[in-house]
Antibody
Framework: QLQLQESGPGLVQPSETLSLACSVSGDSISSGSYHWGWIRQPPGKGLEWIGSFYYGGTTYYNPSLESRVTISLDTSKNQLSLKLNSLTAADTAVYFCARGEGYQLPHIWFDPWGQGTLVTVSS | DIQMTQSPSTLSASVGDRVTITCRAS??????LAWYQQKPGKAPKVLIY???TLDSGVPSRFSGSGSGPEFTLTISSLQPDDFATYSCQQYESFPWTFGQGTKVEIK
């Protein structure tokens, strides 16, 4: 059974760069033609898609975050990573990783998801 | 971006009630819609995709319908395990967007 687990710092300073990892167990992250994504949820708000990585090497990002985001795969660690720079308080959120399911782009939903990790941006 | 608007934001109901949640897109998304269930501290779980296809293992009391801009998620008889927050997601076009969520709480 595929399982995803996010990890990273719970507290980050404003203007710094957030680095999160998503460890995948139960299958190789490089098996199959899957999309892998990051989604976040600010406190009391809805989910927001951040970006995704397609195993073929393509990345695609939400235009609202594209200038600050980098998503990559580390196949040696079976991990998906997220880097988000120039942090502000508005980036405070629970960050989830998930695998994409579905058809050809853009017809993809997310399943399964990790439990999420809370990141607070504050000095 | 396609805006997804859910209603209501909060719903109070009792075990055994029939519950309906609505999700409206700002433009047509055909049937490219998924519904998720979220519980605090747990991984979100997909319930329905392609607007009406029940994901594997999801109880049959859940159903989805609609197309174009308006969709509904129905729970035919609310069970104690169903008290959670439900969100919709459109995957008609980038960027993928979600509704703000509907919290189903105990009446």
């Amino acid at each position: 059974q595929l399982q995803l687990q996010e990890s990273g710092p719970g507290l980050v300073q404003p203007s710094e760069t957030l680095s999160l990892a998503c460890s995948v167990s139960g299958d190789s992250i490089s098996s199959g033609s899957y999309h892998w994504g990051w989604i976040r949820q600010p406190p009391g708000k809805g989910l927001e898609w951040i970006g995704s990585f397609y195993y073929g090497g393509t990345t695609y990002y939400n235009p609202s975050l594209e200038s600050r985001v980098t998503i990559s795969l580390d196949t040696s660690k079976n991990q998906l990573s997220l880097k988000l720079n120039s942090l502000t308080a508005a980036d405070t959120a629970v960050y989830f990783c998930a695998r994409g399911e579905g058809y050809q782009l853009p017809h993809i939903w997310f399943d399964p998801w990790g439990q999420g990790t809370l990141v607070t941006v504050s000095s | 971006d396609i805006q997804m608007t859910q209603s209501p934001s909060t719903l109070s109901a009792s075990v055994g009630d029939r519950v309906t949640i609505t999700c409206r897109a700002s433009q047509t998304i055909n049937s490219w819609l998924a519904w998720y269930q979220q519980k605090p501290g747990k991984a979100p779980k997909v319930l329905i995709y392609d607007a009406s296809t029940l994901d594997s293992g999801v109880p049959s009391r859940f159903s989805g319908s609609g197309s174009g801009p308006e969709f509904t998620l129905t729970i035919s008889s609310l069970q104690p395990d169903d008290f959670a927050t439900y969100s919709c997601q459109q995957y008609e076009s980038f960027p993928w967007t979600f509704g703000q969520g509907t919290k189903v709480e105990i009446k």
